[in-house]
């Protein structure tokens, strides 16, 4: 089951349009921070904020390589994702549209 507010939150996040073209490089695998600065043309500094965010929101992870621990490496969160991508289906599901009276009371019958 979906639940609104979570559903909100990465709406949110995801409305960004550079934090969206992120979040796309991200789903094709890892990356750096230089090459999603080189990949979308913007400043280094300017990515790790919108990465914060998106990590922040649970979408992406991070991790450093045991034999060179000098860079943070990039990617979308599976986990995160299949959830995700369970919550956006139940809560567009069509089934969920019903033909109903309004009971307004402009509209009650008498």
Same mark, same amino acid.
């Given at each position: ?7 909100? *939150?990465?709406?949110?996040? #995801?409305? $960004?349009?550079t ?9 094709? *695998? ?46 979308? $969160? ?5 959830? #995700? ?24 019958k008498?």
């Amino acid at each position: 089951m979906y639940e609104l507010m979570d559903l909100s *939150g990465i709406f949110k996040v #995801l409305a $960004d349009p550079t934090r969206l073209s992120i979040f796309n490089l991200l789903m094709g *695998g890892v990356h750096c921070n230089c090459e999603i600065a080189e990949k979308i043309n913007l400043p280094v500094n300017l990515i790790s904020h919108h990465l914060k965010i998106l990590s922040k929101a649970g979408l992406i992870s991070s991790f450093r390589k045991e034999n060179d621990a000098r860079w943070i490496y990039y990617c979308a $969160d599976p986990t995160k994702i299949r959830d #995700l991508k369970h919550q956006i289906q139940d809560f567009f599901d069509e089934n969920r549209i019903v033909d109903r009276e309004p009971i307004c009371p402009p509209c009650k019958k008498k």
